[in-house]
């Protein structure tokens, strides 16, 4: 969607707004300008696929969470969204981090509203409720994860799309296990970014716990039994990419 597209309708005109800015997320900008190394536009053509987001979602109102660049909310509102909301801190507090997302947005004519919000900050009465939840590589950064499902939880309205690391143990990988490291969420002096990785059975069970009725595993860690012997070999349980869609 392109409010005003004669204002970035050249590769040239969009390379020179967009000069110096670091992407996390491969956007396409449009005009050929698409940001990232061709195995990182790999990596997150592969993501999208995995989510199963819908593909038609006129009538829908969209909330992701941790945005950073605002790659999936740009392709949520590509996807026919009424509204999308886009919120970070983790990326967007730091120097220059919401560079790419106000570019990008610019650049679009895009209509996504931006607030910055932590997870735990999130509240109906602040941002009401949405029909999709993105929650994407934020769990894991969560000193108190299963607060913050319980806020997501009391703002979702039909759909959450969490995607997050799974812990991999040689074995109890059945069981509800949570590591937990003393890092991030406004701790930013700990040399530690990954707070809580859960098993996928206590990934399912915070769900539950938080409020979600309905639970859908859409993917589990690739090369999870090579994984489960290296967590053998080297006596420490290894992570991996799991999908759930929940329901409220």
């Known amino acids: 969607m392109r409010l005003d597209s004669m204002t970035y309708d050249s590769a040239g005109k969009i390379q020179e707004r967009i000069k110096g800015i670091r992407w996390a997320h491969p956007i396409d900008l449009g005009h050929g300008v698409v940001q990232g190394e061709w195995h ?4 997150f053509e592969r993501r999208l696929k ?29 996807r026919g ?21 106000m570019a990008a947005r610019e650049i679009l004519g895009s209509k996504v509203e931006y607030k910055r919000m932590d997870v735990q900050h999130i509240s109906l009465e ?5 029909d999709l939840v993105l929650f994407f590589g934020v769990l894991y950064h969560l000193r108190n994860p299963i607060i913050g499902l319980e806020k997501i939880a009391s703002v979702t309205n ?34 530690y970014d990954l707070c809580a990785i859960p098993t996928l059975k ?16 859409k993917y589990t860690p690739s090369f999870r039994y090579w994984k489960k012997f290296v967590a ?17």
């Open 40 to 43: 990182i536009r790999r990596r």
């Open 202 to 217: 206590c990934l399912k069970d915070m769900l539950l716990a938080a409020g979600f009725k309905e639970l859908d595993v």
């Open 126 to 130: 602040e941002i009401g409720k949405f």
């Open 50 to 78: 995995l989510m199963q987001i819908p593909q038609n979602l006129k009538g829908w109102s969209v909330l992701d969470i941790g945005a950073w660049d605002g790659y999936f909310s740009f392709e949520c509102e590509r």
């Open 158 to 191: 039909k759909l959450l799309i969490c995607e997050t690391h799974v812990l991999l143990p040689f074995i109890h990988e059945r069981h509800a296990l949570i590591p937990f490291f003393p890092g991030d969420e406004e701790t930013r002096g700990i040399p």
């Open 81 to 101: 969204a009424d509204r999308v909301l886009a919120i970070d801190t983790y990326a967007w507090d730091t120097p220059h981090g919401m560079d790419g997302f």
């Open 232 to 248: 053998l070999l080297k006596n420490m349980p290894q992570s991996g990419r799991g999908v759930v869609h929940a329901r409220v």
